[in-house]
């Protein structure tokens, strides 16, 4: 090959990644731009409740977008002491953790079966819970109500409980298949050869395999049952039994007139899902990735 035809294969070589990827340098602050318009979305409004809890009456209505001055604490102080919100906060933990329980244990028994196991309807099983995706609680809400109501499980807590587990698991189980299909085959048969059965090797080996998945779903089914609003409406009716979104409703509507308590209260609802929810992401970050990649 001549020192010609080498400069011009040299010329048609595509170029590499570094050099494309200096093509859209341009769009670095754009992107930024957009990064900061989003958090500022997001961010903002909750600063905005927080530090309006620390903010009398008087300071919200001089200057609504004000900072506390001086900082108030009787309106968390009066939240924090009374009996209702605690009980409030039990009864949305108790749900929230129920409800992540069985769609952690029922998800991955299930997609176990769809992903380890070769039977007549595997994939039309598969694609019956990704449909589901596309029906929210909404849509299926008036005849959940007449079956709880048949089933004599209105007005409790194991009435929210059970249709959260059932509507969570097309999540659960379309994030959890990729997982276990992606565990190689080589090690069941190992684990079969060394004498370890189908249950040994489910929960020996493809459970922790499987963690970063597990934690994606459990979180999600955690965060959604902590935030539910309208089954808990329709289903409690007992005050006693209220979880924190149903609480929120409650407080603001008695101390409508009390805008820096109601503040207060709807920040300290919402506080344990958010720090929940960020001590987690970069687990269901890791865990929605290696879904995609599976």
Same mark, same amino acid.
């Given at each position: 090959?001549?020192?010609?035809?080498?400069?011009?294969?040299?010329?048609?070589?595509?170029?590499?990644?570094?050099?494309?990827?200096?093509?859209?340098?341009?769009?670095?602050?754009?992107?930024?731009?957009?990064?900061?318009?989003?958090?500022?979305?997001?961010?903002?409004?909750?600063?905005?409740?927080?530090?309006?809890?620390?903010?009398?009456?008087?300071?919200?209505?001089?200057?609504?977008?004000?900072?506390?001055?001086?900082?108030?604490?009787?309106?968390?102080?009066?939240?924090?002491?009374?009996?209702?919100?605690?009980?409030?906060?039990?009864?949305?933990?108790?749900?929230?953790?129920?409800?992540?329980?069985?769609?952690?244990?029922?998800?991955?028994?299930?997609?176990?079966?769809?992903?380890?196991?070769?039977?007549?309807?595997?994939?039309?099983?598969?694609?019956?819970?990704?449909?589901?995706?596309?029906?929210?609680?909404?849509?299926?809400?008036?005849? !959940?109500?007449?079956?709880?109501?048949?089933?004599?499980?209105?007005?409790?807590?194991?009435?929210?409980?059970?249709?959260?587990?059932?509507?969570?698991?097309?999540?659960?189980?379309?994030?959890?298949?990729?997982?276990?299909?992606?565990?190689?085959?080589?090690?069941?048969?190992?684990?079969?050869?060394?004498?370890?059965?189908?249950?040994?090797?489910?929960?020996?080996?493809?459970?922790? !395999?499987?963690?970063?998945?597990?934690?994606?779903?459990?979180?999600?089914?955690?965060?959604?049952?902590?935030?539910?609003?309208?089954?808990?409406?329709?289903?409690?009716?007992?005050?006693?039994?209220?979880?924190?979104?149903?609480?929120?409703?409650?407080?603001?509507?008695?101390?409508?007139?009390?805008?820096?308590?109601?503040?207060?209260?709807?920040?300290?609802?919402?506080?344990?899902?958010?720090?929940?929810?960020?001590?987690?992401?970069?687990?269901?970050?890791?865990?929605?990735?290696?879904?995609?990649?599976?």
């Amino acid at each position: 090959m001549t020192t010609v035809d080498l400069a011009t294969d040299l010329s048609k070589t595509p170029p590499s990644h570094h050099e494309a990827g200096r093509r859209f340098d341009w769009s670095s602050p754009f992107v930024y731009v957009i990064a900061l318009i989003v958090v500022g979305i997001s961010v903002v409004p909750v600063l905005y409740v927080i530090l309006g809890g620390f903010r009398s009456n008087a300071q919200l209505n001089a200057d609504p977008a004000g900072l506390p001055s001086p900082w108030i604490l009787n309106n968390y102080g009066s939240v924090l002491t009374a009996g209702t919100f605690w009980q409030q906060v039990a009864n949305s933990t108790l749900t929230a953790l129920a409800t992540t329980a069985g769609v952690v244990i029922i998800g991955v028994m299930a997609a176990f079966v769809i992903a380890r196991y070769n039977f007549k309807g595997r994939d039309a099983l598969y694609t019956l819970f990704t449909v589901g995706l596309l029906f929210p609680l909404t849509v299926a809400i008036l005849p !959940l109500y007449l079956m709880l109501q048949n089933l004599g499980l209105l007005g409790s807590l194991l009435g929210v409980i059970i249709p959260q587990v059932a509507f969570a698991l097309p999540t659960t189980i379309v994030i959890l298949v990729p997982f276990l299909r992606a565990i190689p085959e080589e090690l069941e048969d190992a684990a079969v050869i060394d004498g370890t059965g189908r249950f040994g090797f489910f929960a020996r080996i493809l459970l922790p !395999l499987s963690g970063p998945g597990l934690v994606t779903v459990g979180v999600l089914a955690f965060v959604g049952s902590w935030n539910a609003y309208l089954l808990p409406l329709l289903v409690l009716g007992d005050p006693n039994a209220f979880t924190l979104p149903l609480g929120v409703q409650a407080y603001s509507t008695q101390y409508s007139q009390d805008t820096a308590a109601v503040l207060a209260f709807t920040s300290l609802a919402m506080l344990p899902a958010l720090i929940f929810f960020t001590l987690a992401e970069r687990r269901i970050v890791g865990g929605l990735t290696g879904a995609v990649k599976g």
